[in-house]
């Protein structure tokens, strides 16, 4: 987890002396790292009592053919690049601009797996 509240710290190097101490609202949730494989969802509840879906693992994405705005349901062999991080090609993890490598070519991922619970990509030709 990971507390996102204002730095101890100025950007001076100067010590502030915070008024309240942490709160349970200021702390991040763990990152879904989604892999792929056998669709595995997580419902998370948010600020305001709404909820995300997020994806754990996925099998499956909607890639969409720009050339004629056609969209399929197809299955991810592999992930290929991932200008997030190097590491994750290796770990297959799918995020944002992740391109991945589908049974109808090469895709690039244009949602958010973590925060939307859903794959969506557009083909690259």
């Known amino acids: 987890m990971?507390?996102?509240?204002?730095?101890v710290r100025k950007?001076?190097?100067?010590?502030?002396?915070?008024?309240?101490?942490?709160?349970?609202?200021?702390?991040?949730?763990?990152?879904?790292?989604?892999?792929?494989?056998?669709?595995?969802?997580?419902?998370?509840?948010?600020?305001?009592?709404?909820?995300?879906?997020?994806?754990?693992?996925?099998?499956?994405?909607?890639?969409?053919?720009?050339?004629?705005?056609?969209?399929?349901?197809?299955?991810?062999e592999n992930v290929e690049e991932n200008g997030a991080n190097p590491n994750y090609v290796r770990r297959n993890l799918l995020t944002k601009g992740a391109i991945v490598r589908t049974e109808i070519g090469r895709a690039r991922i244009m949602s958010r797996p973590g925060q939307d619970g859903i794959i969506n990509a557009v083909l690259l030709e």
Do not use: C
């Open 11 to 76: 950007v001076t190097g100067g010590r502030r002396r915070p008024a309240q101490g942490k709160r349970r609202f200021e702390i991040g949730l763990a990152p879904a790292d989604t892999h792929i494989g056998e669709d595995r969802t997580k419902i998370v509840r948010i600020t305001g009592g709404n909820t995300k879906v997020r994806s754990m693992r996925a099998q499956y994405a909607n890639v969409t053919k720009l050339s004629n705005g056609e969209t399929k349901k197809v299955k991810i």
């Open 2 to 7: 990971l507390w996102q509240g204002e730095s």
